[in-house]
């Protein structure tokens, strides 16, 4: 009873769940949305399921404009033993202006002043594969690929 009342007062400025994106993308937006695996404030499945909930209200294949990248190791937002930095605006930046979706995202894990991992994030429901050969903390190394 106190989610509902909490809702309507609100008027889904916090509890934004209407997967009815359609005006965003009829006015040729892009959403690049993440979430931590390591996230403890936030269940990542929300984000998952939210992404789901979007893709069947407007069809499967909406990869053109809308993208989710799950970061393994990541906490709420950032930190976290993962690799963490990303670069999301310079990522978004790049879909808009030359129109092609980011099929990966490096992001980069930082001690003290110095990178000392790096992965390649993917598209959900994509993971990073270590390809077998080179070094496990180069996201060169790694492939997206489905489960």
Not at 57 to 62: A, I
Not at 78 to 83: D, K, S
Not at 91 to 106: F, H, M, N, V, Y
Request: glycine share 10%; aromatic share 8%; charged share 20%.
């Amino acid at each position: 009873r106190d989610t509902l009342a909490a809702d309507k007062r609100d008027d889904g400025v916090i509890n934004a769940i209407d997967p009815d994106l359609s005006k965003f993308k009829g006015r040729s937006g892009k959403l690049l949305m993440y979430h931590g695996w390591n996230d403890t404030a936030i269940a990542p499945e929300n984000s998952i399921n939210y992404h789901a909930s979007v893709l069947k209200k407007m069809g499967s294949k909406q990869d053109d404009w809308f993208r989710l990248f799950m970061v393994p190791g990541m906490q709420h937002c950032g930190g976290g033993p993962g690799a963490n930095q990303v670069n999301w605006m310079a990522a978004l930046e790049r879909w808009r202006e030359s129109g092609a979706a980011p099929d990966k995202i490096t992001a980069a894990h930082v001690t003290g002043t110095a990178v000392d991992r790096t992965r390649p994030l993917c598209p959900y429901p994509q993971v990073a594969t270590y390809k077998g050969v080179g070094s496990i903390n180069d996201a060169a190394n790694f492939a997206c690929k489905t489960p």
